[in-house]
């Protein structure tokens, strides 16, 4: 079938699809651990949302499966083969700096603002009326169908570790919860905790470091840490930091606790874990400042170890820095330092190239951690996603999407994380377009209603190509 086809008709679902996108988008699907129970595992408001998609898919004539509140499917068609589409109902809380209310969805200018609209109700939507287009088009798809959708994608997706547990896992599958043409690789994603012993502050120095912080999440670039001093020379202090942040051209604050103590403050600009090339690391500028003051000598080494070991995102400081032409360089994110008890505890996000074993380097950091007497734990583990470009699937989504918008297009790989991930062999696509601005987890995330419709006519094609191939 020609693409207009499906656009057509994508179009005279229009209606429809906003009616229901914007009832979900109603629904406060946040998590929430004080309306929590048996039957609603991550919140009230999570477990509404599920019920709702679960409802219109019953109503539709699809067959429909509740896993225990943690997650469910709406199914359609027969066979052996299973064909997984992966998204999510629950959202990020709404935050500040929304222009209305972030739980009544709003048309304006041809977009619809909501949260979640983008990430990732509105693209499971799209997955949704995809799926009831073919059935109406009286397509027999000899293959079974399924939309997974979890309900802990923002924080832990114990939701997916549930379902897996008492479900089938698909032959193979996309995700909606991302951007086109199609993403084939997903770096590995690795949280490692760094246990570091610091000297007492005891020596000849005439300043004392009394606490130290900075962050509060791994996958983050810090945009703010903190040190609180003990000195009798105050207004030294105080110009040497002035004069810092000047010449760094970054923001500061020093607040005087009393006449011995004081807390120094130092502003970064925060990024995604993923590229923390394009953010200003706070925590590295704070222990940069600290360096320049009258600490005891051994502290002030200690904090120029760490340092270099951890101030490059690239990870030549801990010499783990690879590369691949797939997924391109591992990338090494400092998010948290907390000072406690004459211990240093940094944690530590990387995620590194999918054709290069965790294998390869991670031996490096048990050397160093050795070396210096550091312990070193890990937190989470996520291996990485690679489903090459001339595997069969990655073709015809590929082509889908280049008949439908006329671009010639190359897979893509990111460093984030999707839902790809859990499947035996899936990848991300859509429903954000290229050129579209990625307005996930920000005040007045919006996704232009037309794309919608777009993604629906390209979601219907890619299935019916699917189920007419062997893969």
Same mark, same amino acid.
């Given at each position: ?21 914007? $009832? ?32 219109? #898919?019953?109503?539709? #004539? ?13 199914? +359609? ?9 992966? #998204? ?9 700096? +929304? ?16 949260? #979640? ?22 397509i027999d798809p000899g293959k079974r169908i399924r939309l997974i959708l979890g309900t802990d994608e923002e ?10 547990? $008492? ?18 690789a997903e770096k590995g994603l690795i949280d490692l905790a760094f246990h570091i012993p610091v000297p007492e ?70 990024? $995604? ?65 907390? +000072? ?76 984030? /994380? ?20 990625d307005t996930a987890h920000q005040a007045d995330e919006h996704m232009i209603i037309d794309d919608l419709v ?7 094609? /890619? ?5 007419? $191939?062997?893969?």
């Amino acid at each position: 079938m020609e693409p207009s086809v499906f656009l057509n008709r994508a179009e005279e679902m229009k209606e429809e699809l906003l009616e229901k996108l914007m $009832h979900i988008l109603s629904i406060p699907s946040i998590y929430d651990p004080n309306t929590a129970d048996n039957n609603a595992p991550f919140g009230k408001g999570i477990r509404e949302a599920l019920d709702y998609m679960l409802n219109i #898919g019953k109503e539709e #004539g699809f067959r429909v499966k509740n896993v225990g509140g943690y997650a469910g499917h709406i199914e +359609w068609g027969e066979g052996e083969e299973l064909v997984g589409i992966l #998204g999510h109902v629950d959202v990020v809380p709404p935050g500040s700096g +929304w222009s209305d209310d972030p739980f009544r969805p709003y048309l304006k200018d041809e977009k619809l603002f909501a949260r #979640g609209v983008q990430d990732d109700k509105g693209p499971v939507l799209a997955a949704f009326f995809a799926m009831k287009m073919l059935k109406e088009m009286g397509i027999d798809p000899g293959k079974r169908i399924r939309l997974i959708l979890g309900t802990d994608e923002e924080r832990s997706w114990k939701c997916m570790d549930h379902y897996f547990k $008492h479900e089938e896992m698909p032959d193979y599958g996309f995700s909606p919860d991302a951007e086109f043409p199609v993403i084939h690789a997903e770096k590995g994603l690795i949280d490692l905790a760094f246990h570091i012993p610091v000297p007492e502050n005891e020596g000849n120095g005439n300043v004392q470091l009394l606490q130290l912080s900075g962050g509060d999440r791994l996958n983050m670039v810090p945009a703010s840490a903190q040190a609180v001093l003990q000195t009798p020379k105050q207004d030294s202090v105080k110009r040497l930091f002035e004069t810092y942040v000047t010449d760094r051209k970054i923001d500061g604050n020093i607040e005087l606790v009393n006449s011995m103590e004081m807390k120094v403050i130092c502003y970064g600009k925060t990024a $995604h874990g993923s590229t923390p090339e394009q953010g200003k690391n706070a925590i590295m500028f704070l222990l940069e400042f600290l360096t320049g003051l009258d600490l005891s000598h051994p502290l002030k080494e200690k904090l120029k170890k760490i340092i270099g070991y951890f101030r490059s995102t690239s990870g030549k400081g801990l010499q783990i820095h690879s590369r691949d032409d797939v997924s391109g360089s591992l990338t090494l994110n400092t998010g948290t330092l907390r +000072w406690e008890q004459k211990h240093m505890n940094i944690g530590v996000n990387i995620r590194y190239p999918v054709t290069i074993p965790i294998e390869n380097w991670y031996p490096q950091i048990l050397s160093v951690a050795e070396l210096e007497g550091w312990s070193v734990n890990t937190i989470d583990h996520m291996e990485p996603l690679y489903v090459p470009q001339d595997d069969l699937l990655v073709k015809i989504l590929l082509n889908t999407y280049e008949n439908h918008t006329g671009q010639k297009a190359k897979p893509i790989s990111i460093g984030g /994380a999707t839902y790809a991930r859990v499947l035996k062999k899936g990848v991300a696509y859509g429903a954000m377009f290229p050129d579209r601005p990625d307005t996930a987890h920000q005040a007045d995330e919006h996704m232009i209603i037309d794309d919608l419709v777009r993604s629906t006519a390209i979601y219907a094609d /890619a299935l019916l190509q699917i189920i007419r $191939h062997k893969i």
